[in-house]
């Protein structure tokens, strides 16, 4: 399906009822199986509750505008050329075609290796040579061709949008 067919597409689905939300079907969805994220067709992640499924969220845009997002995408594009899940992964990508180069976006929740074996390490036990969940939202970007301007706009909106997050800069360096 051609970029203009999605787009109408999408366009016309999302204004049933004049809502500015995303049809829930168009969200992705990616998880370390103790947290989870939902992340629209735009690059903004819309859901996301740390440290676990049951916790507060930080971003929960999917039900109030104003109660927390991470978009990662091109500055003049919000509709992508293609979306994906890589074979055999939670790891989503999402393809981006601007005027002036291609993009593609990565998102996955880490899991790392199985770190402490001790009783009471965790709420639950698990097989010998499953893997702990790390809750680390990670996304990637790489430009395949041309350029592309690129935004990066996060906005933690704590407790379900109760509590506004606040960046500061400790230190002399990013280090």
Same mark, same amino acid.
């Given at each position: 399906?051609?970029?203009?067919?999605?787009?109408? +597409?999408?366009?016309?689905? &999302?204004?049933?009822?004049?809502?500015?939300?995303?049809?829930? !079907?168009?969200?992705?969805?990616?998880?370390?199986?103790?947290?989870?994220?939902?992340? /629209?067709?735009?690059?903004?992640?819309?859901?996301?509750?740390?440290?676990?499924?049951? +916790?507060? &969220?930080?971003? /929960? /845009?999917? $039900?109030?505008?104003?109660?927390?997002?991470?978009?990662?995408?091109? /500055?003049?594009? %919000?509709?992508? !050329? #293609?979306?994906?899940?890589?074979?055999?992964?939670?790891?989503?990508?999402?393809?981006?075609?601007?005027? %002036?180069?291609?993009?593609?976006?990565?998102?996955?929740? $880490?899991?790392?290796?199985?770190?402490?074996?001790?009783?009471?390490?965790?709420?639950?036990?698990? !097989?010998? +040579? #499953?893997?702990?969940?790390?809750?680390?939202?990670?996304? %990637?970007?790489?430009?395949? +061709?041309?350029?592309?301007? $690129?935004?990066? #706009?996060?906005?933690?909106?704590?407790?379900?949008?109760?509590?506004?997050?606040?960046?500061?800069?400790?230190?002399?360096?990013?280090?």
């Amino acid at each position: 399906m051609s970029e203009q067919g999605f787009a109408t +597409s999408r366009e016309s689905r &999302s204004l049933l009822g004049g809502s500015p939300f995303p049809p829930i !079907a168009d969200y992705g969805f990616i998880s370390d199986c103790e947290v989870c994220a939902l992340i /629209a067709p735009s690059g903004n992640v819309e859901w996301m509750c740390v440290p676990r499924m049951d +916790s507060p &969220s930080i971003f /929960a /845009a999917i $039900l109030d505008r104003h109660a927390g997002w991470f978009r990662l995408g091109p /500055a003049d594009v %919000t509709v992508p !050329a #293609d979306r994906r899940y890589l074979a055999g992964t939670m790891v989503l990508e999402t393809t981006w075609d601007t005027p %002036t180069g291609w993009a593609v976006v990565r998102d996955v929740l $880490l899991i790392g290796p199985w770190q402490d074996d001790s009783p009471g390490s965790s709420a639950h036990r698990r !097989a010998p +040579s #499953d893997h702990q969940a790390e809750r680390v939202l990670l996304r %990637t970007v790489r430009c395949l +061709s041309g350029s592309i301007e $690129l935004v990066l #706009d996060c906005e933690p909106a704590f407790d379900y949008g109760r509590q506004r997050g606040a960046w500061r800069h400790l230190g002399d360096s990013y280090g």
